[in-house]
């Protein structure tokens, strides 16, 4: 895993990806500092991290995109596939490769907090729980992007898969929100109501907001971490696939 990690992190930086992704995140979270804290002589971030989830569906899947495809259509990934390293240690190694690039834009965000704290009193708890959202929320796009990056060897089909996903599950409430109304006293009330629960409970900006608002609730914590797991797995089992076709 610790080959494949330097090598997908030395590549993104042999390629503008590495520098476009993080000069758009600093730009992107630098006007909503200004817009949102500065301007208005503003002492706290949260309107600002909440704003973040947007350039974070936007360049991901930019992030991502090559990580598989690039090597399938190379026909590199044979070389990955038959070398002495488990299926599990290269999709890691890619990820994490992935999401150091990421955890180096996101410390922007510190930076931000250091200057607020200069002419106000910041919530230094509020702050740290929001980095800690970024990087969770963050991971399972990630690990989103790398699965998508794994169905298909053109990176621009796995861009737009990648932010079509993204988008999906990241507003998933609003989809819910577009079950229409039942009336009471229907045999199926409840299938609708928990229906909608579920698209509420699966939504990825309903549980990265929460943090936003002060609220670190560790069943969030919980429900990325499984997300990033279960999308990786999924990538395994594509590779393990492909392996043995």
Not at 206 to 219: K, V
């Amino acid at each position: 895993m610790g080959a494949v990690f330097r090598r997908e992190v030395r590549s993104y930086f042999t390629s503008p990806i590495g520098y476009i992704f993080i000069t758009a995140f600093f730009a992107y979270s630098g006007i909503m500092f200004s817009i949102n804290s500065l301007a208005g002589g503003y002492a706290k971030l949260d309107s600002m991290f909440y704003s973040l989830l947007t350039i974070m569906i936007v360049l991901i899947p930019i992030l991502t995109m090559r990580t598989i495809a690039e090597e399938k259509r190379t026909r590199t990934d044979q070389c990955l596939l038959t070398a002495p390293v488990s299926l599990g240690g290269i999709v890691l190694g890619k990820f994490f490769a992935a999401f150091v690039v990421y955890a180096a834009a996101v410390s922007i965000t510190l930076v931000m907090a250091v200057v607020v704290s200069v002419y106000g009193q910041p919530d230094w708890n509020v702050i740290v729980g929001n980095i800690v959202a970024l990087l969770l929320a963050g991971g399972a796009f990630i690990a989103v992007g790398i699965f998508c990056s794994s169905l298909t060897e053109n990176q621009v089909v796995a861009a737009v898969m990648s932010f079509i996903a993204l988008i999906a599950a990241s507003f998933m409430s609003v989809i819910g929100g577009l079950i229409p109304a039942v009336q009471e006293g229907k045999w199926y009330t409840d299938i609708i109501g928990g229906i909608k629960t579920a698209f509420n409970k699966l939504s990825f900006s309903e549980r990265y907001y929460d943090f936003t608002f002060g609220i670190f609730n560790f069943s969030n914590v919980v429900f990325f971490i499984s997300a990033a797991a279960a999308f990786l797995f999924l990538t395994v089992r594509v590779l393990e696939k492909r392996r043995w076709s």
